[in-house]
Nanobody
Framework: VQLQASGGGLVQAGGSLRLSCAAS????????MGWYRQAPGKQRELVAS???????NYVDSVKGRFTISRDNAKNTVYLQMNSLKPEDTAVYYC????????????????WGQGTLVTVSS
């Protein structure tokens, strides 16, 4: 399965962006789909995840601002990002987990190519 992420860009603080992750195969075959991000000089962190059963988790810093969703018919996962802050600036990576491992990244994970989100102050 290949993951194709899109939707990043430059936005002013307070603005919105919607990221999309289109999979070449069925996303329902994965235990969970999610978005990680990596800011310069920082470790990659799990931003949001949604399980096959619809259980959703967010990192505390984005709760109330970001919304993850999935469209199984389109094999696509979305990340709606509102009220963006400069600290949200990062490369965002789409992730697919064959087995749920929480925020832990494993060699079995599938990754998209990353899309850059830049939030100006």
């Amino acid at each position: 399965v290949q993951l194709q992420a899109s939707g990043g860009g430059l936005v002013q603080a307070g603005g919105s962006l919607r990221l999309s992750c289109a999979a070449s195969g069925s996303i329902d075959s994965f235990s969970a789909m999610g978005w990680y991000r990596q800011a310069p000089g920082k470790q990659r962190e799990l931003v949001a995840s949604i399980s096959r059963g619809g259980i959703i988790n967010y990192v505390d810093s984005v709760k109330g601002r970001f919304t993850i969703s999935r469209d199984n018919a389109k094999n696509t996962v979305y990340l709606q990002m509102n009220s963006l802050k400069p600290e949200d600036t990062a490369v965002y990576y789409c992730n697919a987990k064959p087995h749920w491992t929480g925020a832990t990244m494993t060699s079995r994970d599938y990754w998209g190519q990353g899309t850059l989100v830049t939030v100006s102050s």
